[in-house]
């Protein structure tokens, strides 16, 4: 069951959710405060409104009786509006009673130029007041304050319808976020599905990179390169698995065959000599065989490691002369080398040199040529081994370090040699390369020149 914890359509319906909240609340608190100020300024220039009809009353009335009368029929029709006026001598006008006038009264607004918010009464008002001259002498004090009530209550089921607004737009893109993400992962899941038909018989599956998305084209092509390898792979080993069983199965039948042989009827000494010295033979080739593909294994997998010690090619390359010189009985072996040193293991280096000698002695015709160069070339130690004969085919040469590889057919070998020189040659960070040129044929050994 799939653990909705870790899903990335929900964690990422959830972020378009959580940054429309947060999109939308500023965009909410902008409105909000642009509005206010709005109103705000609605109400400032109202009550600056107001003041100026005041003033302008004072200035042409002779007396204060008929400035309260003709203030008062200005003032008709004005829905909560509350204004007093104070002379020296105490309050002359209050509007539009003085009960409701009273708390405006008591507040004693400070006089400025702009107007600010009290509770008057239990109601919000905006409050402004002034100084002003009359006609019939002497300066009043006026404050006007205007109800915004009906402004507040605006602003509140504003920011409320708001909310909710806010509320429904994050679900809303949660919802189409979670939709646009799962359509998004629809190559992903694809991807899960092809993996999902893949085993060792159906290593042929590709997923179309023509129709990926550009941002898993990369992930996609990765996926078709490890099947790619996987499918290399596997053929190799599956060629790798009969070669061997091949290979194992030659002498293991000669070992049966003569011991159902020497079963048959009773047999001396000497001929159970003579078979146990065959048999001999055939576990010595069968151990050869497992050591060496017990190499090839550990080396496959990193797990060979060379002792790095400084190793002189060229009294390397004349003890394997004069060890194999015996196999040369009919063949002529020249050696050229030069005062060569490299950071190696002695006995690796010797088993793939000899590898190649032995390779070479082995496919060179009588009264044929072996010649064996040590020379340093590009900061590297380069050891070529070349034989006189039939060159290899050019369609054989990508096989030839392939294990279990006998191009004739007809050597007693286990075909692992070449392929143990290339895995030896590696481990100690160099190659090894065949070419072929007319009647002769060289391998060469390249490895990095001692310090």
């Keep these: 069951m799939a653990d909705w914890r870790h899903s990335i359509a929900l964690r990422l319906s959830l972020a378009f959710a959580l940054l429309a909240t947060v999109v939308f609340a500023a965009l909410g608190f902008y409105f909000s405060r642009a509005a206010d100020a709005h109103m705000a300024e609605l109400d400032a220039h109202d009550l600056f409104g107001k003041l100026a009809l005041i003033g302008h009353v004072g200035l042409h009335e002779k007396s204060a009786d008929a400035f309260n009368a003709r203030l008062g029929d200005a003032l008709i029709g004005e829905h909560g509006v509350i204004v007093t006026v104070d002379g020296k001598n105490g309050p002359l006008f209050k509007w539009p009673t003085p009960a409701l006038a009273e708390p405006l009264a008591a507040a ?16 919000e008002y905006r409050v402004i007041a002034a100084e002003m001259e009359t ?68 290593l042929a599956e590709r997923i179309a990179e023509q129709n990926a998305p550009p941002e898993l ?14 499918e290399e792979s596997f053929k190799r080993l599956s060629d790798f698995s009969a070669d061997l069983a091949h290979e194992l199965r030659t002498p293991i039948h000669s070992l049966r065959m003569q011991t159902e042989v020497s079963l048959s009827k009773a047999r001396d000494a000497d001929q159970y000599r003579e078979l146990l010295a065959s048999n001999l033979e055939a576990y010595e080739r069968l151990s050869r065989i497992i050591a060496d593909m017990l190499f090839l294994a550990k080396a496959d997998h990193g797990l060979v490691v060379p002792q790095r010690e400084s190793v002189a090619l060229k009294p390397l390359c004349e003890r394997l002369i004069e060890y194999y010189g015996l196999l040369a009985e009919n063949v002529d072996i020249k050696l050229l080398a030069a005062d060569v040193h490299v950071q190696g293991d002695l006995l690796m280096l010797e088993r793939a040199l000899g590898n190649l000698l032995v390779n070479a002695i082995h496919h060179t015709p009588e009264r044929g040529m072996v010649s064996i160069d040590v020379r340093e070339l590009n900061e590297e130690a380069v050891v070529t081994v070349a034989n006189s004969g039939p060159p290899i085919p050019p369609a054989a040469m990508e096989q030839i370090f392939d294990r279990f ?31 072929a040129v007319n009647e002769r044929t060289e391998f060469a050994i390249a490895l990095p020149i001692s310090c």
């Design 217 to 230: 084209a990369e992930l996609v092509s990765a996926f078709n390169a490890m099947l790619s390898r996987l």
């Design 405 to 435: 590889v006998r191009l004739d057919g007809k050597s007693e070998g286990s075909g692992l040699g070449l392929a143990i020189t290339r895995s030896i040659a590696m481990a100690h960070g160099g190659r090894v390369s065949v070419s």
């Design 108 to 123: 004693r607004v400070a006089l400025g130029p702009s107007a600010v918010r009290l509770v008057l009464g239990g109601a």
């Design 135 to 202: 006609a019939w002498g002497g300066t009043v004090q006026v404050a006007v304050a205007r109800d915004i009530r009906h402004h507040t209550d605006f602003l509140d089921q504003l920011q409320h319808d708001f909310w909710l607004a806010i509320l429904a737009a994050a679900l809303l893109t949660a919802l189409v976020g979670a939709l646009l993400v799962r359509r998004g992962l629809r190559p992903v899941r694809s991807i899960a599905r092809a993996a999902g038909r893949i085993s060792a018989g159906q």
